[in-house]
């Protein structure tokens, strides 16, 4: 009874100190991106993606071709759902946590790009705050969000099968639920950069 108490409580404390350790490295995480490429790497390791607002991700298609993570969420209803579960048009997948500075400034970006590519496209952002519903709801409440639903995951599940280490990271599937690319860190998802990226995908629906 003790260890079955004690296991997922160290567990929890565990994960507690990454997201803290992931706070900083949320605002430091662009700049060291751009230093990253800024050494010549963009060949082997990524493309460095600048734009206002002091956003800087990194594009990685080291994962091209490989299937959805496969774990469960909270879904704004209160069911549980699974990326597999929007198979059928591409999908953008975003982690991020209310504490996340980078993806704060993000999510009305996203939000007009769920709007404006509905059609083609659905933008699925999925928070990673361990309080769950109680933390996000009243920050959607607040936000005014036209696309854009609380999906939460409190046991950090998206973040872990993705293995990034840093949020935000947004994450393009195809129609069958393959990887396209990933951006790791904050981008101008308004602009061109974004667009192109996206395009290559959408077209092919």
Not at 7 to 30: E, I, K, Q, W, Y
Not at 77 to 88: K, N, P, Q, R, Y
Request: charge should be negative; charged fraction near 25%; include cysteine.
């Amino acid at each position: 009874m003790i260890l079955e108490f004690f296991v997922p409580f160290v567990m929890r404390t565990v994960l507690f100190m990454a997201l803290v350790f992931n706070l900083a490295a949320c605002d430091r995480g662009s700049d060291e991106a751009g230093q990253e490429f800024a050494g010549g790497k963009a060949e082997e390791e990524g493309e460095a993606i600048e734009s206002g607002q002091s956003l800087v991700g990194k594009l990685d298609i080291s994962q091209r071709g490989t299937a959805m993570v496969g774990t469960s969420f909270q879904a704004p209803d209160g069911g549980t759902v699974e990326l597999s579960d929007f198979i059928g048009k591409p999908l953008l997948v975003n982690i991020w946590a209310t504490w996340c500075a980078p993806c704060i400034v993000e999510m009305p970006m996203l939000d007009k790009l769920a709007a404006r590519e509905k059609d083609r496209l659905k933008v699925l952002l999925v928070s990673q705050d361990i309080q769950g519903a109680e933390k996000v709801v009243p920050f959607f409440a607040r936000s005014d969000f036209e696309e854009l639903e609380p999906y939460v995951d409190p046991e950090n599940g998206l973040s872990f099968g993705f293995g990034s280490g840093m949020m935000p990271t947004t994450v393009l599937y195809d129609a069958q639920g393959k990887e396209v690319w990933r951006v790791i860190g904050a981008m101008d998802w308004d602009g061109a950069k974004a667009a192109a990226l996206l395009e290559e995908t959408l077209a092919e629906d």
